[in-house]
């Protein structure tokens, strides 16, 4: 028989409902499985039956309500003891027990497995059919199952936190929407509907549900929203909340782990170490020499706990023992962000920016990350996620002692037993046939897995050899040095080399000298001269023979020992040969790039872009053609343009930088433009080329530009203004002009940038450059618009918006209607701004141009503050700031963290806009932007007045001195403020020049 009190009063047996419908005898069934376990006093019972007004044969009729009941029930159901009764219910018996143990296993494992717990929460919730004990209306009734209520209320709040860690938060939505219109004041609830408002791309709707709350709080109670619920508010405003869930829907698994290997030996004692330290710690961290197997230790490990972490598994080689540099923290937290999914657009350029959102990726995440291949545990330092969902395994080949709470395994070479037995697994039954020689190989090989691994692959492709052909093959002296140097290791690569066919030996001489670690077919057949099929079949042939290794298909790698044994060969090759296999690779980077920059930039640009026909034109368009080549390639510039100035081609590799540029701006690789800039200048430098010098620093000022670096791109763009001046070079000189244009005025140096701007125009107009001339003429409309010349910007931007029109150029379309509205919306036309606004955010996706994207939304939020429409105007500022914010466009980031602030004390939520205002003065502060900073004194003193006149009266002096100095229109507004606080009467100095004091 089982009991139910999760709902209304149920008994049933096998399922069918057993009557008790005295409502005496439900009262009294209720409160002893209120208190199973327990004994329940008769007066206890008399007064849940007859509420403090008891008949003097109450004592009798309890006896018989219990009589009545143990005719229905077990009969050893109900205990009786001299202070009351009682009943024995476990489990198996009654819902509650079994919905206290359930909820007590879910907690138990909600940290090492939230998964598992989340379907234990479900169970228990599951067995609600109601409010408890609905229909019993006993005070003693009621105040029990209001325990259980609130219980099961905790218990859902917990469940739904699970539910959001693991990303499924719009699914959560109209559940939570429901529940807090039934609990209006739990406010952990109120918080988890906004995080998953927030998470299913709702910010507007997030932030209003707070202000509800605010108010209801207020309202109701008199208090306000207590801490959690503030600091989720505080965390929507910054940005700070987690990942979401694009379009509402769960995230998607990733699987970023390399294939392991069916062949796995011995380690039995490592990996039950690895896995007992898994439990208690989130790094494991495995050390040993070289090919001693620590990637195919922790690979296995990883497949081991795999289930365990269903969201993601990722996998970095860290190059902290390759040829190359270790990858630094901004490089390796990108290639982590990009393996997560996330847009290139969408990621920081600095380190701190990179770091804070790998963290928000990952938290709650059930997610395992290899790190290999590890140089130091400084390298590991910004790397290391902190959510307790997460596990990481490191290798390397030092022993990471500064690794703080990591599990450290440190690895041998394999037993002779377990050596024996890899052979075995490769080779097959040849071994068993000759145990001695078997064994005596695995000794020569010294135990070390990856020697044993291509000797045995070696016997495997030979059918005919018996082990004591291999053995004597290995030599006498080679193998024992293979335990302690690499010279040992090298003889058991050349065993493998001297195998290959004559063309594939090539190809693998070649590969030791290929400047990138990781290279795709393209590459190698530009590199080798072979046909693209060709090509693939000797890869195909390096990886079966396990010197070439495939992490994932169709990219490869050497092994940083067998790239030394590689490049070591490749001394035999004749050096016009090595000469013109490097230069046919930087060739075939050189030419895609200027392929895929000659549509994206005005005219005025192409005479860098223009370079002569290429070697292999077929290579080349099917690299342009593979929408994926700039992004799997951004990492290969720096080593190719340096290889390039190697060989003797500095004037190819700054070009390789400069044909580079632009895909790498609009896609949001800022850090790349200027490390690619940067070893272009070094090539052109050391040739001498004052022209390459000039051209590098021009585009590594576009990089530090948007970084925020304002007075760095400035001395760079002096550089190229320099040379092109001194060499009479006016379509060059009009170039950097233009670029020298936009820096000063954000330098708060507008009418230098005007009149700069006005230079490079007439130095374009003279050349010859229609488009770029248009281009510039909105370029210079924001100007206009910065010094309050609204009618000028536009004119400006109308002639430019027809010129495009007529020649149905809409590549550069977005930034001329952006203008446009701009000005209209200063004007006052609202509807024409918007208009303007809504067809120029348009052509921006339409181009994948970010940044203009970002900057239409942003106005529209000012047109629709400007119409009365605060909450629309948050959310439309709050998706301009989202992809600003990932992105690290710092400047941007001021100015649209000021306009949500504005619009979020339209809306009533002062404290909100102080934190934005703040947040835009930090930042403005940090990269020189004075009209920002400017903006955001005002901002804040707007939000001070009313509680503390004197702070607000000092931020709009300070904002007044910023705005005299840059010259801008905001200053007459600023001096009406001041005229409105200032506690002395009477005019003001300069006060009268205001045209809103005029009027």
């Given at each position: ?14 399922g069918?409902?057993?009557?008790v ?52 029930l ?134 209003a549900?707070y ?23 505080r965390?929507?405003?910054t ?22 290997v ?12 690895l ?9 494991l ?12 230790l ?13 969201d ?20 390796a ?24 959102l ?11 990350v ?22 990481t395994?490191?290798t ?5 002692i500064?690794l ?36 005596a ?5 010294g135990g070390?897995?990856?020697a ?10 030979r059918p ?11 030599g ?49 057949a ?22 070439v ?19 070591g ?44 026909p290429p ?28 290889t ?8 190819r ?6 044909v ?8 949001g690789?800022?850090?790349?433009v ?88 007439l ?14 003429r909105?370029?210079?409309s ?6 309050g010349?609204?009618r ?33 919306l ?24 970010h940044t ?18 605060p ?63 400017g ?53 003001r ?11």
């Amino acid at each position: 028989m089982r009991f139910g009190i999760l709902g209304p009063l149920s008994v049933t047996d096998a399922g069918r409902e057993v009557a008790v419908t005295a409502g005496r005898d439900r009262t009294v069934l209720a409160v002893l499985l209120l208190n199973t376990g327990r004994i329940v006093g008769v007066e206890q019972l008399i007064d849940a039956v007859w509420d403090q007004a008891p008949p003097a044969t109450a004592r009798g009729q309890l006896q018989t309500c219990v009589s009545r009941l143990r005719r229905v029930l077990p009969p050893d159901l109900i205990l009786t003891d001299p202070a009351g009764y009682g009943v024995a219910a476990g489990p198996d018996r009654l819902d509650a027990a079994e919905f206290t143990e359930l909820v007590a296993r879910a907690r138990a494992k909600a940290q090492a497995d939230p998964a598992g717990a989340g379907d234990l929460y479900r169970a228990a919730l599951a067995l609600w059919r109601g409010p408890a004990l609905a229909g019993l209306e006993s005070p003693a009734v009621r105040y029990g199952a209001a325990v259980l209520d609130e219980q099961y209320g905790s218990v859902l709040e917990d469940w739904i936190d699970l539910e959001l860690e693991a990303g499924r938060e719009g699914d959560l939505v109209p559940e939570l929407t429901g529940l807090v219109e039934q609990h209006p004041l739990r406010e952990r609830l109120r918080a988890q509907l906004m995080l998953a408002l927030y998470r299913s791309g709702r910010q507007s709707d997030a932030l209003a549900e707070y202000r509800r709350a605010r108010d209801l709080l207020r309202e109701q109670v008199g208090v306000d929203p207590g801490a959690a619920l503030r600091d989720v508010h505080r965390r929507i405003l910054t940005g700070d909340v987690g990942p979401a869930a694009r379009g509402g829907q769960a995230v998607e698994p990733i699987r970023a782990l390399p294939r392991s290997v069916g062949d796995f030996t011995g380690r039995e004692e490592a990996v039950e170490r690895l896995l007992k330290a898994a439990t208690d710690t989130g790094v494991l961290a495995i050390d040993g020499m070289a090919g001693s197997g620590k990637t195919t230790l922790a690979l296995r490990v990883a497949e081991i706990l795999a289930d365990r972490y269903p969201d993601a598994q990722l996998f970095l080689d860290l190059q902290g023992h390759s040829e190359g540099k270790p990858l630094t923290p901004d490089e390796a937290l990108l290639a982590l962000l990009r393996q997560l999914g996330v847009d290139a657009e969408r990621i920081p350029p600095d380190a701190e920016g990179r770091a804070t959102l790998w963290r928000t990726q990952l938290a709650g995440r059930q997610a395992l990350v290899i790190f290999d291949n590890a140089a130091s545990s400084a390298q590991l330092t910004r790397l290391l996620p902190a959510s307790p969902t997460t596990l990481t395994l490191v290798t390397s080949r030092r022993r990471l002692i500064g690794l703080d709470g990591s599990h450290p395994e440190s690895l041998s070479v394999l037993t002779e037993r377990d050596a024996v037995r890899l052979l075995a697994k490769i080779v097959g039954s040849r071994v068993a046939a000759e145990p001695e020689a078997a064994t005596a190989v695995a000794r020569r090989c010294g135990g070390l897995p990856l020697a044993i691994r291509l000797a045995a692959a070696r016997l495997a492709h030979r059918p005919g050899w018996r082990v004591a052909d291999l053995l004597r093959r290995l030599g006498d002296a080679a193998l024992p040095e293979l335990a302690a140097e690499d010279r040992g290791v090298a003889r058991a690569f050349a065993m493998s080399f001297e195998q290959l066919p004559e063309r594939s030996q090539r190809v693998f001489r070649l590969l030791g000298r290929h400047p990138v670690e990781r290279f795709g077919t393209l590459e190698v057949a530009a590199l080798t001269g072979l046909p693209c099929d060709d090509t693939q079949d000797v890869l195909d042939d390096l990886v079966d023979v396990n010197l070439v290794e495939e992490p994932r298909p169709g990219r490869y790698r050497l092994h940083d020992l067998v790239r030394q044994y590689a490049s070591g060969l490749a001394e035999a090759l004749d050096p016009n040969e090595l000469h013109a296999a490097l230069a046919g690779l930087v060739d075939l980077h050189l030419q895609v790039g200027s392929r895929l920059a000659l549509d994206r930039e005005s005219d005025y640009a192409h005479q860098d872009l223009i370079v002569e026909p290429p070697l292999r034109p077929e290579l080349v368009g099917l690299a342009a053609d593979d929408p994926q080549w700039p992004d799997e390639h951004r990492t290969d510039l720096v080593p190719l343009i340096r290889t390039a100035a190697a060989i003797g081609q500095p004037g190819r590799a700054w070009r390789l930088a400069r044909v580079s540029w632009r895909l790498l701006y609009q896609r949001g690789y800022f850090a790349d433009v200027v490390a690619t800039c940067s070893a272009g200048l070094a090539a052109a430098t050391e040739a001498g080329d004052e022209y390459g010098v000039a051209t590098m620093n021009n585009y590594m000022a576009s990089g530090y530009f948007v970084l925020g670096g304002a007075d760095e791109a400035l001395s760079r763009i002096n550089v190229m203004l320099e040379y092109q001046v001194r060499t009479g070079n006016r379509s060059a000189e009009g170039r950097a002009r233009a670029n020298l244009s936009g820096v000063l005025m954000q330098l708060g140096r507008i009418d230098e940038g005007r009149a700069e701007g006005r230079r490079a125009y007439l130095l374009l107009q003279s050349a010859g450059h229609r488009s770029a001339t248009v281009v510039l003429r909105a370029h210079l409309s924001y100007g206009e618009v910065m010094a309050g010349r609204y009618r000028e910007a536009l004119h400006s931007s109308r002639i430019a918006l027809q010129w495009f029109a007529e020649n149905r150029t809409s590549y550069f379309l977005a930034v001329v209607l952006i203008v446009l509205g701009q000005a209209r919306l200063h004007l006052g036309e609202l509807d024409a701004a918007e208009r303007a606004l809504r067809c120029g955010r348009a052509a921006a996706r339409r181009h994948r141009i970010h940044t203009d994207e970002a900057e239409a939304t942003n106005l529209l939020g000012r047109v629709e503050l400007a119409r009365g429409r605060p909450d629309r105007a948050v959310e439309r500022h709050l998706a301009a700031l989202e992809i600003c914010r990932d992105r690290g466009w710092l400047p941007r980031l001021a100015r649209y963290s000021n306009d949500l602030g504005l619009a979020m004390r339209a809306v009533d939520d002062v404290m909100g806009a102080v934190e934005l205002h703040r947040q835009a003065l930090a930042t403005a502060r940090r990269v020189n932007h004075p009209l920002e900073e400017g903006r955001a004194l005002s901002g804040l003193a707007a939000c001070l007045v009313d509680q503390d006149r004197e702070a607000a009266r000092r931020h709009w002096r300070q904002a007044l001195e910023i705005f005299e100095r840059i010259g801008v229109p905001e200053r007459f507004e600023i001096r009406q403020r001041l005229g409105e606080v200032d506690p002395e009467p009477g005019p003001r100095p300069g006060y009268a020049n205001s045209p809103l004091t005029a009027m």
